[in-house]
């Protein structure tokens, strides 16, 4: 057997991202809070850089049709010929993973682009700062790897409660009246809340702000949501299922034992005082403050990012918080004048290299401001129900419908919705509890969010009777009925993914709870 040496030649095409694409991608999901540490490091590092401390311009002006006309910055033709092209090699970069310019600047060409030095207008950016990784000059995000931040970092109560959510909540509506209950919750454990103002504040019956309430009241730590120390008390005992008359009647008078009218209290508890010594020292091993057993942080209220208001014709007027906006200049005659004394090589790459990062700054950032617009104007449009009527009008929607309206990629909406909230008159919601899956509809209509069916699943099993108990078959006739085409597995996956028992065992604890009953 021969073996011989020989020359190939072989042609392969490679993705190339620079870290100006690299940079422009991660600004899009940088939340308002982020964006402002990241101009703020920008501004240290780059000299060519500078606050605008001018008035303030409005990025969108509402149009006399009710669309939001966004305010083109200025250009400066003066300055095309010294911006020095970037873009050698992002060619390459394809759709396919969604990192072409025409994606992240659909309004905008490459060579657009290549000209980014007209672009001397007021810039927005965010406004505070908390909890964010480091950024590079280049753009990229520098991960913290240190493992010791790991080690002494402490789950806070919010971030606990909040990981529980979607384990017990599967309707849309009910997660986010959940949402906000949990940012009513103290470090303690404890709800300050009002259900009547948060009903007529987000539209929803007070039936269903109470049934997520009795939802979030089995989270743990057992106690939290508690109203008073008195239900704190109560939901420990439920937990533990030493909850009986007796021990309720103790805890509806606890000012009896707080002023040691011992006495008085086993009159009213009804037991003698052996018993009642023990029920004494069961609560005295409760916790009358769970939450203070996580981390406690510092909360920042949330900068939303997205205003939304009512028009004089009713319509919604969409448009970016001014309050969140900094300027960001390019400062080009002071590039003039040090590039005349530049002499070195070295000192004219810096300078240029400044001046390109100056210019792919502002551009990026421009263009993050007007797709955050674009795609929260789509939003508000599609669910304007929820709007007008209240969270129990949440329509089906996903990324693929806004993107497909605006003109987008997919994962282009994704970014821009991740970290960026929303003001509107029933709240604060962060841009992505607007999407809900749907599931199509069996007579060809419009489609049912998948989260409102498993809402109907809860609906037919909770009105179920001991000896009527419904088979996950029967739960697909009556769906089919309704319109709703789906098969017997997914009525058991979504029955089990809300913890509700077979068909089987439903009939056992019924029949179980009747007997008890009668005895």
Known sequence: MAINAKLELRHSQQLVMTPQLQQAIKLLQLSNLELAEFVETELERNPLLERDESAERPLSAERPDGEAALVQSEGDPSASDEWVDTGRGTSEATSALDTDYENIYPDTSPSELAQAGGLDGALLAGSNWSNVKSIGSSGISSEDNDLESYVASRLSLHDHLSAQLPLTLSDPAERLIGVHLIDLVDDAGYLHADLDELSNKLGAPHEMIERVLCALQTF????????????????????????????????????????????????????????????????????????????????QPVVPDVIVRTASDNSWIVELNSDTLPRVLVDRSYFARVSRTANSVSDKEYLSECLQTANWLVKSLDQRARTILKVSQEIVRQQDGFFTYGIQHLRPLNLKTVADAISMHESTVSRVTSNKYMATSRGIFELKYFFTSAIQSASDGEAHSSESVRYRIKQLIDGEMAGQVLSDDQIVDLLRRDGIDIARRTVAKYREAMRIPSSVQRRRQKRALEQVARA
């Open 220 to 299: 743990d730590p057992p106690g939290v949501f508690a109203r008073s120390l008195a239900e704190c008390l109560a939901l420990q005992l439920k937990d533990c299922n030493r909850y009986d008359p007796q021990i309720a009647a103790l805890l509806d008078n606890l000012e009896l034992l707080a002023r040691h009218e011992v006495a008085k209290l086993r009159k009213v508890v009804g037991v003698d005082l052996d018993e009642l010594s023990d029920m004494i020292n069961e609560i005295k091993g409760l916790n009358p403050k769970p939450g203070l057993a996580f981390g406690s942080v510092q909360l």
